[in-house]
């Protein structure tokens, strides 16, 4: 095993044991701060008895689809962007001032648009999603070599080649810089949108746990699923840049 | 077209400019004329900014000129065109592709069919002499290297002209006259006309059957010097007296302060 894991690792178990230290020395209750080895077995009976899977299922789904739609819409906004300093001066101003409405405040009023199901979560979800994937084609795209869109143009490239074969191989590194954060926003997008009103899925599950059930490992247990989907994701996007990214 | 034509370059007349933000335009050549036969190599020189670069970007289609024309062959050149072949300052390779990627993307341009395209890849890397380099990545290679990879990719699509724009000005010197001597011995068993921009007075007159001098911006033809020195030529041609007195006559068209001696 290389250093750097063992040392992810070592950081790990002295998160754990920093915990366990709290809930010894605080002499917190379970149902204030439950210890790591509760919220563990919590977890391994959760996922067991179907408790958190269905809710976790429903959660990777709307976090999916609303990565895709809102990845694959900033793109396309990304390299109109980057490509026409029109377009840009113009639309950009709408692009920050719809980012920096806070997603929260804006749930409740998309939940009453797009309903309780799934089509809400996935319109949050992308939402969050658009603004890091677009400004990273933006900024991928304009990082083009000029001397290379001459040879291209030497080469009497045709606009759809140019595309293919300069502009985006040259945004790819800045792209999957805007996708890696796209995609943790992404889980937060999903569960804020469960927040906002659902029937299922793991802000579902959070609150449920904390309410009726008064489960307080439960709901730990929820957060360590929902922080693990996260990462998971995350290296799944790092797996295609590895695939995609050569290195220079 | 007869073989005497099909890399002739004719400039009749060229001018060109640039428009400058809140000024006039900018004139970059003005009444270039210059006829250049096949397969010679004729060499450009002249100072910093008289255009020598734009004045092969017209040739390559690049640059549309504001008068005057420009043809290859028997036609006026319009825009890029795959009989001519082009070798900027810098490399300019795809830093994600291999080498033979990078050789080859003038042919995958064109939609050239992979088994043909291998081939001729292979015989371009072959007479620049970058076998074996084929699976590596342009960081991977040192500056000479890149620039034959460049070459290689100027060649492949066999075209009748190549253009070569201070291709070897970032190398070291010993570098350079080995890339000036190999690409004479390209040059023999091709016979492609050449046109190369240089800032060096010993390159112009190594490489070329003529050097041609440019003014000061904006740039016009104001010397257009034989070099008799016969083929094959070794780097000791350059102690020979013709090659002396070309250079004086050089110098004393690029800094018409001094007198030729």
Redesign the interface.
Known sequence: MRSTTLLTLAGGVGFLALWKLIVVIGGYPTFILPPPELVASRLVTGWASGQIGPHAAATLVEVLLGFGVGAALGLVAGYGLGRSSIVARVVSPYLVAAQATPILALAPVLALWFGPGLLGKVVIAALIVFFPVAVSAMVGIRSVDTGLLELGRSLRATRRQVLLTLEIPAALPSIFGGLRIGITLAVVGAIVGEWAGAERGLGVLVNIARGSLFDIPLMFATLVTIAGLGVALYLVVVLFERRLVRVR | MTTESRGRIELRDLSLSFPRRGADRLQVLDGVDLSIASGEIVTLIGPNGCGKSSLLRVI???LPADAGTASLGDEIIT??D?RVG?V?Q?P?L???RTVAANVG??L???GMAGPERKERVAEALHRVGLIGAESQ?P?QLSGGMRQRAALARALVLEPDVLLLDEPFSALDSITRDRFNVELLKLWGRLRTTIVVVTHSIPEAIFLGDRVVVLSSRPGRVVADIPVPLVSPRTLEDLDAAVVTSAARQIRAHLDPEVEPA
Do not use: V
Request: glycine letters at 16%; proline letters at 20%.
């Open positions: 390559a289609g690049l825009g890029p795959p082009l900027f810098e300019r795809l830093p994600w993307y003038p995958e341009l064109a990545l960081g």
